[in-house]
């Protein structure tokens, strides 16, 4: 009993745990958790219809794995007929775009090379909603933008590429894959509006896109393009650099006239930016009239082939003579009043300085009007340019090489002269070309170059040889002036004809034969000697009288000396000449005048003692009345002795021989005196 309750509970429990496991199994097969970051494809193994012949992708009914996915979550399902398989989903980066291509569907129509667009499947995230509404196998035009999709990876392949990305200054070429053919006679594709720069493929083809390189370009930027529509080849955008110019041509276009050098100029192109309004508004095919300044341009290379050239750099000292390719016809240009240039008569012409096809702007030909010293733009396949020099220009015939880029060296002119001698000469011609004569020059004989290779060198040539024919070789070296003015006045009248200004003619060095030369100098060294030998006498002669001239030197000093004296005894008797006579007239002037005061005061005086004599005299008569003549003697002695008038002391002392006594001799000195009293006295009288 015990072991049957054993089997039995062993029984229960085998039965429990399969029981369990089935139970498991069961729910394992029927339930599916999706995560948020999956996708689940089913596959219905039984029970349901068979899938129509060449489907790979069945539809809910059907056998076969299913098109229709399962999303995050959990999902129940019945057991044994599904079964699911797991992927991730697809995630389309930021600089990406995917690329669909169905596996499943529709066939493609011939011709076709993507499949139609059908509406419905939300970027193919709804397979049934694309096989239901007849989408097509193969690749996709639509494509995918950066995001995460639930695509079934068994109907939908998904290629991921990088976007177009065209950097800076660069720009996309396109190429369509798919479209309609191209217009016969074009190069590019037609331009279609509304497929944003290329970017909705179903809008390019529907709207007649066309297949082949297309004649938009992508500008600096990302796009998000069908690669297996549109191929993008990125090319450097046009740089026109300081100082270049771009001059364009048009592969495409209206055929350019045979009679145009260059196509016409075209509005609205955007400096050929934009080809189809180039196309649109009649453009011709070739060189075009309009070119690019310095910049960066996005140009289409398949359209517009863009070649870089020098601008125009006219120096100071220089003219630029622009000659037209472009414009009306030269021969309808009227030079004067009504009348054409084939009206005018070549002297006439060339007296009123006009030449033919010097024309006004706006004809075909040499503009009259010249470019001065500056930068210029311009277009040198429409416009050629000859840079004439304004200043001197400087032309030798002489030994050396040319150090400038125009060939203005030559070697000496070899002449003959009457006489027969071979003699060589150096010449230098100095010519200038004024600005506003230019361009006449240039309709004459073209350039510089041409002027003095074909004009001046013939010329010259000619003109010394001519010269020479007629005069002897020693009298052509000495008239070398006068030759040379001769040569002169003819180089610049020929000159005149070309508009050119000649300044002057010189000859620089005349070589005449050795021979001649040799007698020519054996003359000159005898004429030199001969002036050396009078050079030599006169040098004696001259030193002769150097020497004399050196003793007379010598004495200089001496003579210098003697006349100095002379001169200056000369200055002293003159001196003293004249301080004698001055003081002579001196003498005489002041004894005048002091006679005259004399005179003056002696008249003066005289009245004075005539008064005082006279008073005394009276006086004298009245004493003498009263005391007697003898008696007023004595006292007038006395007084006079008392004044001090009288000295009674004798200054020398007076003896007689006799041994006279003193008072003898004073008595009779007293008597002396008084006897001369008596007569001072009688005289005052008077």
């Known amino acids: 009993m015990d072991s049957l309750i054993v089997n039995l509970d062993i029984g229960l429990t085998v039965s429990s745990v399969i029981a369990f496991f089935s139970v498991t199994i069961f729910l394992y097969n029927s339930i599916a958790i999706v995560s948020g970051t999956q996708i689940a494809v089913l596959e219905r193994r039984w029970f349901g ?59 493609v129509p011939s011709g076709r090379i993507f499949a139609r667009v059908v509406q419905g499947h939300n970027l193919f995230q709804d397979a049934e909603a694309f096989l239901a509404n007849d989408g097509e196998k193969g690749p996709q035009i639509q494509i995918l933008p950066p995001g995460t999709y639930r ?59 066309q297949k082949g390189p297309q004649i938009d370009v992508l500008l600096p930027g990302t796009y998000r393009i069908n690669s297996k529509l549109f191929q993008v080849g990125i090319k450097p955008a046009t740089m026109v650099p300081a100082e270049k110019v771009g001059f364009v041509s048009a592969r495409d276009g209206e055929p350019l006239p045979p009679t145009e050098y260059v196509a016409r100029a075209i509005s609205g192109s955007r400096e050929f930016q934009d080809g189809a309004a180039f196309l649109a508004n009649g453009g011709q ?17 398949l359209m517009f082939e863009v070649v870089l050239d020098d601008v125009l750099q006219v120096a100071r000292g220089e003219v630029a003579v622009i000659v037209s390719n472009v414009g009306k016809d030269p021969t309808t240009f009227l030079a004067q009043g009504e009348a054409g240039p084939s009206q005018i008569s070549t002297d006439e012409r060339i007296r009123q300085g006009v030449e033919r096809y010097v024309v006004e702007p706006g004809y075909r030909g040499i503009q009259k009007e010249v470019l001065g010293p500056g930068t210029y733009y311009i277009n040198k396949l429409a416009y050629t340019s000859h840079i004439i020099p304004t200043t001197n220009i400087t032309i030798d015939w002489a030994e050396g090489e040319a150090t400038q880029p125009v060939p203005r060296v030559f070697n000496p002119l070899t002449i003959v002269s009457k006489d027969g001698f071979e003699m060589t000469i150096s010449v230098k011609v100095i010519i200038r070309v004024l600005p506003q004569q230019a361009p006449h020059m240039v309709a004459r004989i073209g350039t510089i170059e041409n002027l003095i290779e074909h004009v001046i060198h013939p010329l010259i040539d000619s003109s010394f040889r001519n010269q020479a024919s007629s005069s002897e070789a020693m009298k052509f070296m000495q008239d070398r002036h006068e030759e040379q003015r001769k040569a002169e006045d003819h180089i610049m009248q020929e000159l005149q004809r070309y508009h050119v200004e000649c300044v002057s003619v010189l000859i620089c060095q005349i070589k005449l034969p050795e021979r001649l030369m040799e007698t020519l100098t054996n003359k000159v060294v005898a004429m030199q000697q001969k002036s050396m030998f009078d050079a030599q006498r006169e040098a004696e002669d001259r030193r002769r009288e150097m020497e004399k001239t050196r003793a007379q030197a ?7 000396k003697a006349e100095i004296d002379v001169q200056i005894a000369n200055q002293q008797k003159q001196q003293s000449v004249i301080l004698a006579e001055g003081q002579g007239q001196s003498t005489r002037l002041e004894q005048e005048g002091v006679a005259a005061g004399i005179e003056s ?69 007293i008597a002396s005196l008084m006897t001369s009293g008596t007569k001072l006295i009688s005289n005052k009288g008077e």
Not at 285 to 301: A, C, E, K, V, W
Not at 610 to 630: D, H, L, M, P, W
Not at 653 to 668: R, T
């Open 601 to 669: 005061v002696g008249r003066a005086e005289g009245e004075k003692i005539r008064a005082i004599g006279q008073a005394t005299a009276e006086a004298y008569q009245k004493q003498a009345a009263a005391v007697g003549q003898s008696s007023l003697a004595v006292i007038e002695v006395m007084k006079q002795i008392s004044e001090g008038k009288i000295k009674i002391t004798p200054e020398v002392l007076i003896s007689g021989a006799s041994g006279d006594s003193s008072a003898n001799a004073l008595a009779g000195f």
């Open 285 to 301: 095919r070739g060189p075009q009239l309009d070119f690019l300044r310095p910049g960066t341009y996005y140009i289409n290379p």
């Open 151 to 209: 695509i079934n990876p068994y109907l939908f392949r998904v290629e991921k590429v990088s976007a177009v990305t065209v950097p800076n200054s660069s720009i996309g070429l396109v190429i369509a894959l798919d479209g309609m053919p191209m217009t016969a006679g074009r190069l590019l594709a037609k331009r279609i509006d509304g497929h944003n720069s290329f970017q909705d493929g179903q809008a390019f083809l529907e709207r007649g896109g």
């Open 49 to 107: 219809s068979k899938m129509p012949q060449g489907r790979v992708v069945a539809m809910a009914n059907e056998v076969g794995i299913q098109a229709r996915i399962l999303g995050p979550g959990l999902h129940f399902l019945i057991p044994f007929i599904y079964r699911v398989e797991k992927s991730e989903m697809i995630n389309i980066g930021e600089n990406e775009v995917g690329l669909v291509e169905s596996i499943d569907g529709q066939p």
């Open 554 to 560: 010598n004495l200089q000093p001496n003579l210098v």
